[in-house]
Each structure stands twice: as C-alpha cells, then as structure tokens.
C-alpha cells in the first residue's frame, strides 16, 4: 500500500514564525503535491513538483514555499505564518500527474 | 464559473438508501475522472477512477461518466453508517495537469 506521511497532525505556531510541513511517501511516486482545504472552499492546490528540485505554482502559491531535495519528501514552508493560513493541509503523491492521488492524513495548522 | 461544481449538502439518507452524488464540469477536455472518500479529519481516500465516459462498478459503488453532458455520478447502493463521510469528485486532463477537485459533499446514513 502506498503511504504518505505528514511529520505532524496537530501544530499550533505564533505569527511570523518560519513553519516547515514535511510530507514523505514510500511509493517512488514521481509527483506530490500540497493542498490546503478549508470549509466551504474545498482543496486548494499550492504547489506541486513532478521530479526533484522540480516545483510548480498552483492555484494559491502566496506566501509559501516548497523544497523538494529528495524523491521520497516534500516539504511546505510558510515564510512568515500570519493567521489567514489557519487551515488543513493535505500533501499527497501520484504516479503521474493525471492518474490517482494518494493523500497523508493531514496537519491542522493554527497560526496565533 | 467553476471548472468542477459539486453540490456541498449536506445529505442525510436513512440506511439501506440509494444515494446519489453528482458533479458537473465545464472543461471538455477532462478525461480521468476520480471519486474521494474523506472521513472527519483525515485525509481523502480514493474509492473510484475511470477513464472517459461509461459506468464502473465496484461492489455497492457504481461511477458514472457521461461526456457529452459533462457530468460524473456515483452511486452507492444499501448505504451504511460507515459510508457517512464528505465525498470530492476529481478529474484531469491528459499530459501533466494536477487534479482538479469539486469543494465536495457532506453525506450522512442514519442508521
């Protein structure tokens, strides 16, 4: 089966702190993905990357950064967390970009 | 408008119901179709893909795909309390092009 692992479940961080959210899967998947899903506006895509070292915007980029250095693990980085980016964030991997998306099990982020 | 519409709910249905979940599109080019299950703060799961139009059937799950009218369905057939969960439908095009995913449907079987 494959995995996706998320480093946390639960954060609680302070505005302005830099936040690293570590995303890992098992599967050789070339593509992963981050989404944010909040109520109402359902998932988001904020970034994705088909290979490593590779990154593409997706729909709601700002205030984010990603890294991927290694095949296996993605990770989001909010520069300077503000309170707007209070969410559940949701990494997930797929073989290629237009088959299935197998997704962690998510880290609610509060940002105080 | 939206390129993937889905009805949010929520449904309540009582068990043992037919339940039917739709989503609409506008982009004609979408060609993989996908439906989610997510229970309450986890991470979706995926229950059902398809390819262009036509139905798949997986045990008490059936996917409808038709393209001319550019809309998906998924039906569950004696739905149980265990089948209470938001339900997303995702589609793409071919090439490399992430999924894009209806705001999903709040579905609830009483028992």
């Known amino acids: 089966d494959v995995k996706v692992t998320q480093s946390s479940r639960y954060l609680v961080k302070r505005t302005g702190e830099k936040v690293f959210l570590e995303c890992v899967q098992d599967?050789?998947?070339?593509?992963m993905f981050w989404y944010r899903q909040d109520p109402g506006l359902g998932l988001r895509l904020i970034y994705f990357?088909?290979?490593?070292?590779?990154?593409e915007k997706g729909d709601i980029p700002e205030g984010y950064s990603v890294s991927r250095e290694k095949k296996e693990r993605f990770s989001l980085i909010l520069e300077s967390a503000s309170t707007n980016q209070t969410s559940m964030y949701l990494c997930?991997?797929?073989?290629?970009?237009?088959?299935?998306?197998?997704f962690g099990q998510g880290t609610r982020l509060t940002v105080v | 408008q939206k390129e993937v519409e889905q009805d949010p709910g929520p449904l309540s249905v009582p068990e043992g119901a037919i339940v039917s979940l739709n989503c609409t599109y506008s982009?004609?080019?979408?060609?993989?179709f996908m439906w989610y299950r997510q229970y309450s703060r986890k991470g979706p799961e995926l229950l059902m893909y398809?390819?262009?139009?036509g139905n798949k059937e997986d045990g008490r799950f059936t996917a409808q795909v038709d393209k001319s009218s550019k809309y998906i369905s998924l039906f569950i057939r004696d739905s149980q309390p265990s089948d209470s969960a938001t339900y997303l439908c995702?589609?793409?095009?071919?090439?490399?092009?992430?999924?894009?995913f209806g705001k999903g449907t709040r579905l609830s079987v009483i028992a």
């Open positions: 997930a991997s797929s073989y290629r970009t237009n088959t299935e998306a197998f």
């Open positions: 599967m050789d998947h070339e593509n």
């Open positions: 990357s088909y290979d490593v070292k590779m990154k």
């Open positions: 982009n004609s080019a979408f060609q993989y």
């Open positions: 398809t390819y262009s139009s």
């Open positions: 995702a589609m793409t095009l071919s090439g490399n092009t992430p999924l894009v």
